[in-house]
Nanobody, 125 residues
Framework: QVQVVESGGGKVQAGGSLRLSCTAS????????LAWYRQAPGKQRELVAS??????????NYAPSVKGRCTISGDSLKKMVNLQLDSLKPEDTGVYYC????????????????WGQGTLVTVSS
């Protein structure tokens, strides 16, 4: 079983900053991707930022709407990922979900994906 827990959400005024944190625990191994998604009211869940690990190198990716205002950092061995959100806008409001992808066995690769319950970010104008 895998547990993914997010923290750091809250209410902030436009222009402010928040730092979201996520930790995974349990039976997930060889993590190759850590990501943050968000879901605004009445909208579909969308990717905010991700880190993918391949051959020892990390590759980050950001949604165009947050590029330049957002920094993702993480450690696949520690099963942790953070999201620094700066210059927040009201349209950044939503529930932010942590997503972790890896394997459910340590000595082979058998795809496993886990989600957290989400943390609410509210940005007021």
């Amino acid at each position: 079983q895998v547990q993914v827990v997010e923290s750091g959400g809250g209410k902030v005024q436009a222009g402010g900053s928040l730092r979201l944190s996520c930790t995974a625990s349990g039976s997930i191994f060889n993590i190759h991707a850590l990501a943050w998604y968000r879901q605004a009211p009445g909208k579909q869940r969308e990717l905010v930022a991700s880190i993918m690990t391949s051959r020892g190198a990390n590759f980050t990716n950001y949604a165009p709407s947050v590029k330049g205002r957002c920094t993702i950092s993480g450690d696949s061995l520690k099963k942790m990922v953070n999201l620094q959100l700066d210059s927040l806008k009201p349209e950044d409001t939503g529930v932010y979900y942590c997503n972790v992808r890896g394997s459910d066995v340590p000595d082979a690769y058998r795809y496993l994906e886990a989600w957290g319950q989400g943390t609410l970010v509210t940005v007021s104008s």
